[in-house]
């Protein structure tokens, strides 16, 4: 059975620091294009981010460019979301989903598979 499980959310202090994870079970992620998304109260989920199945292509949303970072370890079959600098305004409950193929995109309906999400909550 194919399954995404989010850790590593949290609640952090404005321009702390948070790790996210992503790991997949019941397929490989090698294949697959990984993205991030989150979604505040209120809101419609967004893309922050998204990394190609190589690897080699990652982006990122303007509101997260220079903070965030994607990164991927097959061997472990997870991919990382690592979060800098963080502001009250990235809180939200943050998603991963998956998609075959090499192409990434920022749009939720592209993706296949999910997972339940994690909360991230930043907060003085």
């Known amino acids: 059975q194919l399954q995404l499980v989010e850790s590593g959310g949290g609640l952090v202090q404005p321009g702390g620091s948070l790790r996210l994870s992503c790991a997949a079970s019941?397929?490989?992620?090698?294949?697959?294009?990984i993205g991030w998304f989150r979604q505040a109260p209120g809101k419609e989920r967004e893309g922050v981010s998204c990394?190609?199945?190589?690897?080699?292509?990652?982006n990122y949303a303007d509101s997260v460019k220079g903070r965030f970072t994607i990164s991927r370890d097959n061997a472990k079959n997870t991919v990382y979301l690592h979060m800098n600098s963080l502001k009250p305004e990235d809180t939200a409950v943050y998603y991963c989903?998956?998609?075959?193929?090499?192409?990434?995109?920022?749009?939720?309906?592209?993706?296949?598979?999910w997972g339940q999400g994690t909360q991230v909550t930043v907060s003085s």
């Open positions: 989903a998956a998609r075959k193929g090499y192409v990434c995109y920022d749009i939720p309906g592209e993706y296949d598979y």
């Open positions: 990394i190609s199945s190589s690897g080699g292509s990652t």
């Open positions: 019941g397929f490989t992620v090698d294949y697959y294009v």
